[in-house]
């Protein structure tokens, strides 16, 4: 049987996370919800940009324009991701766009370029935290919250940069002018490893370890380690880390990466 019910035009549904005192966020197109999950009650409905902001204060026209893109964005899939700041009131939604470059291939054809942006939110009403969402070139893909700041770590391929954003005004704090570092491949998991974050990352021949100092904002090992096969599994031990691969097994020396 159904417990409730909410009579509410949501559009394009996006998203739909459980969050923790029995609420639920629910991410549409243009709004984000939290919703009572035992109740079905609206705690707060806020615009989740600027610019639908602004659809929404433009009256019918806005909501006409609102269906519009619903309707054309139906059969599009959306790279968004949730993030929840451990110990804050604050969630991050982010999104990854792509566009194509005036670059070509090496075959010829138009080179596809990615960017992702994050979007900080107050969990108490919804509220933008930023007044504009922070972007990062490269593929939607780890994101790690420190003491000190926000790690973005994209899949940019070879021309990825990884950097530590402040919580309160966006600015990168790593690499020349706050650009980031740079890593060999794009990143595609990480572990923290206590006293460091283990970074595998992968180009389109080989995968590889690096392994970051977060204090400092530097990359420890004096060359990456290249590794057989994807990394599937990290398993962190006293001074050293298990790392399991689709072709092999192996223990890295985290001080030395040897």
């Known amino acids: 049987s159904i417990a409730w019910s909410v009579n509410e035009k949501f559009g394009r549904i996006v998203a739909v996370n459980e969050l923790e005192n029995n609420d639920l966020l629910v991410v549409t197109l243009f709004n984000n919800y939290k919703i009572k999950a035992s109740t079905g009650d609206i705690v707060w409905k806020e615009a989740n940009s600027e610019e639908a902001k602004k659809l929404g204060n433009m009256g019918a026209f806005g909501a ?85 700041g926000m790690l973005v770590m994209p899949d940019d391929g070879n021309r990825t940069k990884i950097n530590l954003f402040d919580y309160k005004t966006q600015e990168g704090k790593w690499g020349k002018k706050g650009r980031g570092i740079a890593i060999k491949g794009g990143i595609y998991d990480y572990m923290d490893s206590g006293n460091g974050i283990l970074l595998v990352s992968h180009t389109t021949n080989n995968d590889f370890l690096n392994f970051l100092d977060p204090v400092n904002g530097i990359i420890t090992f004096d060359k990456p380690v290249k590794v057989e096969g994807s990394v599937v599994g990290i398993v962190p031990l006293a001074n050293s880390i298990l790392y399991i691969t689709t072709s092999s097994i192996n223990i890295l020396d985290q001080n030395t990466g040897t």
């Open 64 to 148: 006409l324009m609102q269906d519009v893109a619903a309707n054309l964005t139906e059969d599009v899939d959306f790279n968004m991701l949730f993030f929840k700041q451990p110990g804050q009131d604050v969630f991050y939604l982010a999104s990854e766009q792509e566009s194509q470059s005036s670059m070509t291939s090496s075959t010829g054809e138009p080179t596809i370029m990615y960017t992702n942006n994050y979007s900080a939110y107050n969990l108490s009403d919804g509220s933008l935290v930023w007044p504009a969402p922070l972007e990062v070139k490269g593929k939607l893909s780890q994101v790690a919250f420190l003491e000190n």
